[in-house]
């Protein structure tokens, strides 16, 4: 996520694409950057009350499926909050260049790293799992009920 960052600063400032940067893309930016860091904490938080492991590189040592609270928007909160850090950074740089860097952000996590969590958690929880895929969405909100 910081080499996201850094390279749409780098993009912003070196290649600035309909940059425009103004008070108002810096109070923005802020805001969304701010509101980021609710998804993980909740997460975090949760995790912890939980007594599993909050390690992305370990999903396989988790003590118990956790699908309540925050997990009942998203399965990603952690990645959610990562990928708004960098929305909202990208605002407040006021470039459509570091825009586009954002966006790579999130096919190329799920490609890289939530696959891998997601196959571990269903050997870990199977058919537990399954459901809760089948109910929540990998970025944001529940499925329709058929």
């Known amino acids: 996520m910081l080499l996201f960052a850094a390279a749409e ?3 912003a400032r070196h ?6 940067p103004t008070a108002a893309h810096v109070a923005l930016g802020g805001t969304v950057m701010f509101a980021a860091l609710v998804p993980p904490l909740a997460a975090f938080a949760q ?3 939980a007594h599993t492991t909050v390690n992305p590189h370990r999903p ?3 003590a118990v499926l956790v699908t309540s609270g925050v997990y009942a928007w998203t399965r ?3 990645y959610l909050g990562l990928w708004l850090l960098l929305l909202g950074w990208a605002i407040r740089l006021g ?3 570091a825009l586009l860097v954002a966006l790579v952000f999130l096919p190329l996590i799920s490609a890289v790293q939530i696959r891998a969590e997601e196959q571990a958690l269903h050997r870990r929880f199977g058919a537990d799992y399954e459901r809760y895929r ?3 969405r990998r970025w944001f909100g529940r499925r329709a009920r058929a």
Do not use: H, I, Y
Not at 15 to 20: C, I, Q, T, V
């Open 47 to 49: 995790f912890l009350l």
């Open 95 to 97: 470039a459509l260049s």
């Open 9 to 11: 600063w780098l993009l």
């Open 15 to 20: 290649l600035p694409l309909l940059a425009d």
């Open 134 to 136: 089948g109910r929540v």
């Open 76 to 78: 990603n909160p952690m």
């Open 60 to 62: 396989e040592k988790a």
